[in-house]
C-alpha cells in the first residue's frame, strides 16, 4: 500500500499558485519525496523529488517539512494544462528495485 | 528530451491470445519496469528489470507474463493467453539512478491500451 495521503481533489483558478499537500507520517530515513503527474489518458510525468531541503525545478517546487512527515507541491502559476492527477510517492533509495507504489493521488482542477 | 516508446498505442485482441506489448526505454537507462492502469483505478507495479533479468515482481505478474529484452533496445511484456481482467493501460517506464530525468526521476511512456474481448 502507498504509504502517503493525499487529498482528492483540488481546484483552483488558472493564473494562481496551487499548493499540494501530501501527507507521509510513516517516512523513513531513506525515503526520498517523488511526485508525479497524469495528464487525461497520458502516462506519468516526472515533476520533482527531494529528500530534505526543498527543491526547485522548471516545473514546481517541493517544500518539505523540517521533520519530513508532510511535503507540498507548489504549482507558481497553474494553467489549464496543469490540470492532471498528482501523486506524492515515497521511494526506498536502499531498494535497488526503484519501483514506485501508488495511491489515488489529488486530481487538480483548473477554473480558467 | 529524451523518451520512452511504446507501441502499439491500442491493441485489441480475443481472450485466449498472445499479446506483445512492445517499449524503447531511454538508451543509457538502466532499470526498466511495466506497470498497469486499470480504467479509473490506481497504477500498480507488475514487474522490475536489471542487468537482463527481473529484478522484482508483483502478484499480479504470474505465469501468464513474461518480459524480455530482444536486442538492447526493446523492452517487450508478453501475455501468453489473455483475460478480461487483462483489459487495462500498461506503461512502460525507463531509470538510471545516476542520471535519467531530473537524477532519479522515472521516465514513462505514453502506454498500451489493451482491450481483451
Known amino acids: 500500500d502507498a504509504k502517503t495521503t493525499q487529498p482528492n481533489s483540488m481546484e483552483s483558478n488558472e493564473e494562481e499558485p496551487v499548493h499540494l499537500p501530501c501527507n507521509h507520517s510513516t517516512i523513513s530515513g531513506t525515503d526520498y519525496i517523488h511526485w508525479y503527474r497524469q495528464l487525461p489518458s497520458q502516462g506519468p510525468e516526472y515533476v520533482i523529488h527531494g529528500l530534505t531541503s526543498n527543491v526547485n525545478n522548471r516545473m514546481a517546487s517541493l517544500a518539505i517539512a523540517e521533520d519530513r512527515k508532510s511535503s507540498t507541491l507548489i504549482l507558481h502559476r497553474a494553467t489549464l494544462r496543469d490540470a492532471a492527477v498528482y501523486y506524492c510517492?515515497?521511494?526506498?533509495?536502499?531498494?535497488?528495485?526503484?519501483?514506485?507504489?501508488w495511491g489515488a493521488g489529488t486530481k487538480l482542477i483548473i477554473k480558467p | 528530451e529524451p523518451e520512452v516508446t511504446q507501441t502499439p498505442s491500442h491493441q485489441v485482441t480475443q481472450m485466449g491470445q498472445e499479446v506483445i506489448l512492445r517499449c524503447v526505454p531511454i538508451?543509457?537507462?538502466?532499470?526498466f519496469y511495466w506497470y498497469r492502469q486499470i480504467l479509473g483505478q490506481k497504477v500498480e507495479f507488475l514487474v522490475s528489470?536489471?542487468?537482463?533479468?527481473?529484478?522484482?515482481k508483483s502478484e499480479i505478474f504470474d505465469d501468464q507474463f513474461s518480459v524480455e529484452r530482444p536486442d538492447g533496445s526493446n523492452f517487450t511484456l508478453k501475455i501468453r493467453s489473455t483475460k478480461l481482467e487483462d483489459s487495462a493501460m500498461y506503461f512502460c517506464?525507463?531509470?538510471?539512478?545516476?542520471?535519467?530525468?531530473?537524477?532519479?526521476?522515472?521516465?514513462f511512456g505514453s502506454g498500451t491500451r489493451l482491450t481483451v474481448v
Open positions: 538508451s543509457n537507462h538502466l532499470y
Open positions: 517506464a525507463s531509470h538510471n539512478p545516476g542520471q535519467g530525468t531530473q537524477f532519479g526521476g522515472y521516465t
Open positions: 510517492i515515497l521511494r526506498d533509495s536502499s531498494d535497488s528495485n526503484y519501483q514506485l507504489i
Open positions: 528489470f536489471y542487468n537482463n533479468e527481473i529484478s522484482e
